[in-house]
């Protein structure tokens, strides 16, 4: 992942002390991917025990071993870094989602959308200004079609993440639009992409910035007016397992909705079943008619 100008692969982790806990971010080459939900359990990943493992990693189609893994997880954790110190430095203020809404109702402050066209064309907020800092890759080279077919089978089947690229013009895209002496509220989906906007943003002079801890993904509807088809929570998610309604985001909708809400999941999944049987059985009667006919 090339961000800020830097090459990353590997996870963050934080302690529980700090606004950035439990969240994980993972690069191959210049694509950035958010491996889990940063609030769920499973994404607790050390940087001492990532590194400790050091097996290798395909990046961009190729094997990288223990040497360039632990560079490009020293280069992370020195982001991560500088993150912090613009947070306990106040350089960046926190808000929560709720606080961020209220922020924007009550005080009209921006609010600077960062996500990729993927998840802000599934949900975004009423009024806000979109403009990506990864968006996702549509080029067709040699190179983008190796690090999308790595992506899919890396997990892109299961978890929907696609491989995104960096905008270069990031900084300019924002300057054209928001001055830099406006109270700006930054917000991506899980909380990560919109710190690094951040810190390239006070960088080029903005001081008046706001971080929404968590992002879209701690966001509860009320909490902003949204527009598009989904909630807010779950427009990050996607692939087979948002097909079949395995992820948390719609576990958590569910504890809500009851039974009706599950019934749709399970009836999707007992049709991945039949008709997986349906092939199995096709392909057994398929073998002796081909069989047959070459006979004839």
Not at 76 to 92: F, P
Not at 158 to 174: E, P
């Amino acid at each position: 992942m090339e961000l800020l100008g830097h090459n990353f692969t590997g996870s963050l982790a934080i302690p529980s002390s700090n606004p950035l806990r439990r969240s994980s971010l993972c690069g191959r080459g210049p694509t950035l991917f958010l491996r889990s939900n940063p609030f769920s359990p499973h994404s607790r990943r050390s940087f001492r025990s990532h590194s400790h493992k050091a097996e290798p990693i395909l990046v961009m189609g190729a094997m990288v071993g223990e040497e360039e893994e632990t560079k490009q997880a020293k280069e992370m954790a020195a982001a991560r870094k500088r993150w912090e110190t613009l947070i306990r430095e106040q350089k960046v203020k926190v808000l929560t989602p709720k606080e961020a809404g209220y922020a924007i109702q009550l005080s009209y402050k921006t609010l600077l959308d960062v996500r990729p066209s993927n998840e802000h064309n599934k949900a975004r907020v009423k009024g806000s200004t979109w403009i990506p800092i990864f968006d996702v890759d549509n080029t067709f080279d040699v190179g983008s079609l190796s690090r999308k077919i790595t992506n899919y089978v890396m997990g892109g089947w299961w978890s929907g993440s696609r491989t995104l690229t960096y905008d270069k013009s990031f900084i300019s895209k924002v300057e054209e639009k928001i001055p830099k002496d406006s109270d700006l509220i930054v917000v991506c989906q899980k909380g990560l992409r919109s710190l690094a906007a951040c810190e390239q943003l006070y960088n080029a002079g903005y001081r008046n910035l706001f971080w929404v801890q968590g992002g879209l993904d701690a966001a509860e509807e009320e909490d902003f007016q949204r527009e598009g088809p989904q909630s807010f929570k779950l427009a990050g998610i996607g692939g087979v397992s948002e097909f079949l309604g395995w992820t948390d985001q719609q576990r958590a909708v569910a504890a809500k909705e009851g039974w009706g809400y599950r019934l749709v999941f399970t009836g999707r999944l007992l049709g991945l079943i039949l008709l997986a049987d349906a092939l199995f059985l096709g392909a057994q009667r398929l073998g002796p008619l081909l069989e047959e006919l070459r006979s004839h």
